[in-house]
């Protein structure tokens, strides 16, 4: 293992970019996974790792020290001092560990037949990882984020998705309307309006494309318009809204439930 101790080093100037600008992690096409459990999780879903990056005092800890003796002997591992990786962390509060993996390729835009979570301007890193992890949890495997949304592959994201990223396909900068068009399922808005209905009164039962805004804005006209149905979430009128996470958690496993009665 390489030891670090300043910031000076090219790498460490790399991976703090990494960690803290989307600019620079579309122009290095590379990304970080930050904490020991996503690592492992990458390394469960035998995603390819660049480079194991741990502070000193990490090593002290069961969890890194065993990801540090378990990992492919031919990955490249870095130890660095704790103020240097407190530098490079993307979060203020460093796990201790961070993994150096490429951005994947664009996937390719297959014909969508099963269900899908649809995203319009969903910015908050957290909202976002959130929001990835419930799909994969509920079994949906698509993924279709508008030009609006945070970048999926951030690190603030990664973490938040606890490992979602490697069983999902994840389209990034679409163009959804456009997306979404011949979709043979039925397209099903959450917002408010004329004609909206109880979730609990929708058949389920078949492939939907759940299409979620941002809070406070919402679906954009232009996606709105597109649904086949507005769904609104009864709730108790000393609420006035979900978070769009909860949102989305509360629908997708409404749908399971009805597959699972099916």
Not at 89 to 97: E, I, L, M
Not at 179 to 199: K, M, Q
Request: proline share 7%; glycine share 6%.
């Amino acid at each position: 293992m390489k030891t670090i101790t300043s910031r000076e080093n090219p790498q460490v100037k790399r991976w703090h970019a990494l960690a803290h600008s989307a600019r620079d992690r579309r122009k290095h096409a590379e990304t970080l996974l930050d904490g020991a459990h996503l690592v492992q999780a990458a390394l469960d879903a035998h995603w390819p790792l660049k480079a194991l990056i741990v502070s000193e005092s990490a090593l002290e800890q069961a969890e890194p020290a065993r990801l540090c003796a378990t990992a492919p002997a031919a990955l490249a591992r870095f130890v660095l001092s704790d103020p240097v990786f407190r530098h490079v962390s993307p979060v203020d509060t460093p796990s201790g560990v961070l993994a150096l993996i490429d951005l994947p390729a664009a996937p390719p835009a297959l014909p969508l037949e099963a269900s899908v979570v649809v995203l319009d301007a969903v910015q908050d890193p957290g909202n976002l990882g959130t929001i990835l992890r419930t799909a994969a949890a509920a079994g949906i495997r698509t993924v279709l984020l508008g030009e609006g949304c945070a970048q999926a592959w951030s690190p603030r994201v990664l973490r938040a998705g606890m490992g979602a990223h490697f069983a999902l396909t994840i389209e990034e900068g679409l163009d959804l309307v456009a997306r979404l068009d011949g979709y043979p399922g039925i397209r099903v808005a959450t917002a408010l309006g004329e004609g909206a209905r109880s979730l609990y009164a929708l058949d389920l039962r078949q492939p939907v494309a759940w299409l979620f805004g941002a809070e406070g804005q919402g679906l954009s006209p232009r996606l709105l318009a597109c649904a086949d149905t507005r769904a609104i979430i009864p709730m108790s009128p000393a609420v006035e809204s979900l978070n769009v996470g909860a949102a989305v958690a509360v629908c997708l496993f409404e749908q399971a439930r009805q597959w699972q009665q099916r």
